[in-house]
Structure formats: C-alpha cells, structure tokens
C-alpha cells in the first residue's frame, strides 16, 4: 500500500515525463513506463537482498554463539 509522499513523487515523477514524453508514440511511451517500473523494482530487490544478507549473518553469528556457548560448558 503506498502513502501518500509516494503518490505526491509518482504524479510529479509522471509530470516531468509528461513534459518531455510530447513527441513520443504511445510504444515508446510503454517501453519508457515499462523501464520506469523494472527500475523501481530492482531498486527493491537490492534492498531486500541487502536485508536478507543481514538476517543470514545474524542467524549464523548466533549460531556460532550457541555451539561456543555449549562447549563452553
């Protein structure tokens, strides 16, 4: 679900694409939202693998901790 910053910067976003997109057929148009969309996306996908990175070197740190912690005893 988007707030509403993110629907204020996707309107502007369309506005300024709009001001340049005047000379352009509607394909071109589609490939340019198309390319738009697959940018957006990899950005999320680098975040989440970002966070995924985290969450594996936190489980196997903790991992490590419980082994020591056992032959410790």
């Not at 990899?42 to 594996?56: C, D, P, S, T, Y």
């Amino acid at each position: 679900m988007k707030t509403r910053k993110e629907y204020q910067k996707e309107i502007k976003k369309r506005q300024q694409n709009a001001e340049g997109d005047k000379g352009l057929s509607n394909k071109e148009l589609e490939n340019r939202i198309d390319t738009d969309k697959l940018k957006e996306q990899e950005k999320k996908v680098r975040r989440l693998k970002k966070k995924l990175n985290i969450a594996i070197l936190s489980v196997s740190a903790l991992i490590i901790l419980t082994i020591l912690v056992l032959i410790y005893l």
